[in-house]
């Protein structure tokens, strides 16, 4: 060829993206050491010295047209996978933005009914009108917590969660807990029992560890049974030190034990009070302790229920 060798075809053939895949052979009488190895480099497919067989040739052209034909099939269905992919991820961050707004729209109502009802508890009031605020005291600080807890979880998946660490006291946030869930363990005749020394403190987020501890307490009380007690414990040694929520209830097997923290697993459970539970309170549990490097498990608690315990770096 009077302007270019077939080395700078077959390049020049590569450069252009409707020839990329086309099968390059070449056939030539060439026998230089370093003729194959340059067309190589040029990016021929096969390399073939006259004289050639015929039967041969037709063999290789067809080989070749195969591989071509199934590299287009594979870069097509990346680019089909790309485009899922993408229009997944935009899913993912539309439904992520509305869960956050739906979220922000339960947080605000249900902060001025907590604002509200605790107006009227420090008011002088009867007894039975006293027990109805304390109720839906209660139940709202459940649904901010709950609220918290999706947001949390939304943020986890969008790779979002942010933590502040600091010196907490373990003995004053189990004391708090306990203080705080009195009245709802009095009426499910169960006794909260805080086990913990003055001095044993961790490095946790306050609010993370706050509400890790509100959660746990609360799902021990829900399954335990009556005239039994919750133990909040918190225990050092060395460099760690372990938080322990337990009950005396139902026992879980191996198997149910390693499906608690995930959400959903256990959706269909329900207390003694039917009340419905999807487990969105463990699943939280296991990513904040993730988040604050601490590890969390479920435990046997002889002779019967469970124990969730945590291990936090101590401060």
Known sequence: MPAMDGFDLCRALRARA???DAPVV????????DAEQRAIDAGVDDFLTKPIRRTELLARVRSLLRQAADRRLVRAA?????????ALAAAAARNRELQAMVVHDLKTPLATLAAN?????????????????????????????????????????????????????AADELHRIAHQERRRAERRRV?????????????????????????????????????????????????RVSIEVANAGVSLD???????????????????????????????????????????????HPPRGVAIRMDFPRA
């Open 117 to 169: 009802l605790r107006y009227l508890g420090e008011r002088e009031q009867d007894a039975e009108t006293a027990d109805s605020i304390s109720d839906c005291q209660e139940l709202t600080s459940t649904m901010l917590r709950r609220v918290a807890t999706i947001l949390d979880l939304a943020r986890d998946a969008a790779g979002q969660m942010s933590t502040h660490v600091q010196r907490v006291c």
């Open 78 to 86: 990346h680019r089909a996978a790309v485009v899922q992919n993408e």
């Open 26 to 33: 070449f056939l030539t009488a060439m026998r230089e050491r």
């Open 18 to 20: 409707e020839h990329a």
């Open 191 to 239: 006794t909260l029992v805080t086990v913990c020394t003055a001095e044993i403190a961790v490095h946790a987020d306050p609010e993370l560890f706050r509400r890790m501890l509100e959660n746990l307490t609360d799902n021990a009380m829900r399954f335990a049974e009556p005239g039994t007690e919750v133990l909040l414990q918190a225990t050092a040694d060395g460099s």
């Open 254 to 300: 191996a198997s149910a034990r390693a499906r608690l923290f995930e959400g959903f697993a256990h959706s269909g459970t329900t207390d003694d009070e039917g009340a419905h539970h999807v487990g969105l309170g463990l699943a939280f549990c296991r990513i904040a302790a993730r988040a604050q490097g601490a590890e969390i498990e479920a435990r046997d």
